[in-house]
């Protein structure tokens, strides 16, 4: 048959090189940009989280309009983990509305302070211990009375706590005698419906540079013009070796963020030496980073976009096999 | 309000199939895959992967409309006796001769054995595609296990 320059079959290979309690990078290697584009999608728009999704007003005499504040509310990132075992509202057929609905309240009473007060997330009360606005501190709330509940979504893992100097999120501000009450629920979606189910602020991948230096070329340099060149890249690319007097590519860890701005390419034509060095992207490296808005841990979204595509190649190969079964059926008749 | 129900781009009408195929009248051994409620995610991803099966003469597909949720793929798998083939074989194995040869009786793997090889070449691309991904789940939770684990 005829030769298969590859096979198809592939096995890639990850290497996590940061992980924190809001930010991941990985590196996924020897595969393709199909497959890391994928993951890239599926990252920012299918993988689930809460949200809150319907707004009763009750009483709303803020200097906001109502649909604007139930937008804001939307907005506000939820601790997602219980999404997971909650159902969409739309494919859910049952009466259990625990199972899609999670309740929360803003109610702020009448204001009585002579100054503007803030009403943030602090302020919404969820009767669900394990959703809670991101960074929820309820003892920071306007009336302070949240305080002693014990929340297990803000106890469980996070990392370090990042206490209660990170405000919450401004919703809206009340003069003296301005109130709220608003009834909310908050559901599971995903971020192909709405941004606010969005898990991440940033998914980006990016090429490896493949740094080629002609050297002899380079030799042809003297001191002052290497050390030029070094100087012209604005991401550190290269390092001059004073020992050896040679310009070398830096630690490959810093030459992963290159920007592909081509700057030591003008530098080298301005020193009438084009071709000094080559630089490629590699075509089977990608380098991730992942930035979570709080919603979930970062590797978890990443665990998770892989479990949903997954399940579409699940999904796919299951009706491949109908549809084939299908056919043979209407062959044997 | 003036805008589709959200449901739409997500739930299956009653009595519309996840995903169809029609052969193709004109061109021998190819077809079309329409998938609902799909976007570039897997088209993308399952052309690439078909490109990849040297069985495979082409492989395209599309977003027919950017608010109809579905995608099109189409395929076209050589068939033993398609010039297509033939003409494959010799650009891979860059031999001029390889275009009058036929081709050696004993080939694994070509989608001819049924009445239905695109479905074949497709099925193979979506198994593919499974265990590669599979594999990096697994291998993702392995590393940030053992990152974790050298950090402390």
Redesign the interface.
Known sequence: ??????P?????????QE?THEKIR?A?LH?????A???R??II??VPTLAIDLVDVIENTSCLCDEFIAHRLGLIPLLSEKAVEME?P??YAGDDESVTDVHFELNTGICASAETVDVTSNDLVCYDPRVAPVNYHPGESIKGKGGAMEFEAQAAARGPDDGPDIPGVVIVKLRRGQQINMRCVARKGVG??HAKWQPVATATYRFEPEITINEELMATLTEEEKMAFVESSPTALFRYDEATRRVVVDAPDQARSYGYDGECLKKAEELGKPGLVDIRAKEDAFHFTVESTGALRP?EI??NA??V??R??????G??????RE?DEQ?AM | MNQPSRAEKFVLPDGVRKLTFTRDTKVANAGTFVVQKEDHTLGNAVRMQLHRDPEVVFSGYQVPHPSDNRIVIKVRAASAQSLGFLFLSAVRTRDPLALTARPPPSRPQVHTTKNSSPMQAMTEAVDCLRTEITDISQKFVDEVDSFRANQQ
Do not use: C
């Open positions: 048959m005829a030769p298969t320059t590859e198809k079959q592939r096995s890639p290979s990850i290497v996590v992980l990985f996924l595969t393709d940009t199909s497959v584009n994928a993951l999608r599926v728009a299918e969409f739309y494919d192909r419906d590797e990443v665990v892989l479990k595509l997954e579409k190649m699940e999904v796919t190969r009706e491949l096999d109908i549809l084939e056919q062959v």
